[in-house]
């Protein structure tokens, strides 16, 4: 490709790679890199077509602002053509969104205002009628409204599918989508539906999303939760159309992130956490065919936003997602069992600064002090602070001359009132038996124990 004048005539035109390390029984699989548009998504296509459509009606004036409830996703996109063309933009976003995300959409100089995402629509709180909210408040204001906004699933109809179409010469039997906003199930669908006749358009969807069930029985059911990022609903946008739409898989987040990190170990492509939903119900729907098809599903987005999530294998112990070995006692509380590798530690010959930016590093606040294998002591930020107050030269001071010493232990068989007891009196629950340390349970561990079991 040559020499471009703007990031915005990168977006689109993404390739398309089949998959060989697969089983996709008698199918052939590709996947459709979106991940490669400049904002690192899909929905880079719909800002542009949304914002210039918005331009067009008169809808948005020079200066004005535009807001958005949005996954993350179309707040990037949308960032991307704001700034290019001068607008101001807010964007609502749940507080169950990768970090990274928010922290990329951040950079981009975008007003984001954190809401809650333990409650559904009708609730102030909820992202979407937030977002409606401030642009009532705001004068000279225009909400995108993905959700409703019907220039969203044209992009599909007129853009996504007649490129698709041309990289696949025209032969396609199934093409396999998740649903955030509907946009690109509804514009694929009914263009396809248009151009390729015979082929079937699939669904997949996180368990707890009301869209499988809805396609497949007719039934909704009531919403429960997912992990995925930017997939699945708990109700039906007014842009959505899946009359089109032939059959709906509900996969599991477990099945999701364990595909997701199998499309970057066996295929060398690094997506997101909806990627791994999406290929998981594509493999399925491949193995169930009894004679070959051509399959496409999309990597919606990158996989670099989930390296603190989905890629983490702590994040994945805490939300009870890593399969461990269970013991039935405390030590299934330890986040970073001593023999699982995940452990971070110092000896008590290493000095301050490694120490710290080692918390830094893992983000946590007091480490474990090893050596040969048996723990000597504890070092916490106020050791590590108090270290260092007086004089700054102290950060190179050893771990062993500011590390606690006087360890108390617990017993893997011992009750969690005993650790409780430990955190009342401020002390670190230390889990031991006979010369033999298996990790810490910190009062964030126990607080991840009680919320995994709440049913
Ligand atoms: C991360 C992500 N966002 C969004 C979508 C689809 O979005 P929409 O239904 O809003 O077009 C997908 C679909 O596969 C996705 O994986």
Known sequence: ??????????????????????????????IKLEADNPGGSIKDRIAVCMIEAAEQEGKIKPGGTIIEATAGNTGLGLGLVAAQKGYKLILVIPDKMSPDKIRHIRAMGVDVRLTRSDVQKGHPEYYQDYAKRLA???????????????????THK??????????????????????????????????????????????????????????????????????????????????????????????????????????LQKEG?????????????????????????????????TGNKYLSKSFNDSWLAD?????????????????????????VTVTSDDNLITTYKRMRMFDVSQLPVMDDGMIVGLIDE??????????????????????????ETVPPSAAIDDIVNLFKEDKVAIIAEAGEFFGLITQIDLINHLRKNMG
């Open 158 to 263: 007129i853009d996504t599918g007649p490129e698709i179409l041309r990289q696949m010469d025209g032969k396609l039997d199934a093409m396999v989508v998740g649903v955030g906003s509907s946009g690109t199930v509804t514009g694929l669908g009914q263009y396809f539906h248009e151009n390729a006749p015979g082929c079937e358009m699939i669904v997949a969807d996180p368990v707890g999303s009301i869209l499988a069930d809805t396609i497949n029985t007719g039934h909704t059911p009531q919403a429960g939760s997912w992990l995925v990022e930017g997939i699945g609903e708990d109700f039906l946008p007014p842009i959505c159309d899946i009359s089109l739409v032939k059959k709906a898989y509900a996969i599991r987040d477990q099945e999701a992130f364990n595909t997701q990190r199998e499309l």
């Open 1 to 30: 490709m040559s020499i471009v004048n703007s990031v915005l005539e990168l977006i689109g035109n993404t390739p398309i790679v089949k998959l060989s390390k697969f089983d996709t029984g008698p199918c052939d699989l590709f």
């Open 136 to 154: 009532a408040e705001i004068p000279n204001s225009f909400f995108i409204d993905q959700f409703s906004n019907p220039n969203n699933p044209k």
């Open 382 to 407: 106020s050791d590590i602070l108090l270290g260092i107050y007086e004089d700054k030269d102290n950060f190179q001071m050893k771990v062993s001359t500011v590390m606690v010493t006087n360890l």
């Open 269 to 301: 492509i690094i997506a997101g956490s909806s990627t791994g939903t999406l290929l998981s119900a594509a493999l399925r729907y491949c193995r169930e065919q009894t004679e070959p098809k051509r399959v496409l599903t999309l990597a919606a987005d």
């Open 319 to 343: 939300q009870g997602l890593l399969e461990r070995e269970s013991h039935g006692d405390l030590r299934d509380l330890i986040a970073r069992p001593m023999d699982s590798g995940d452990m």
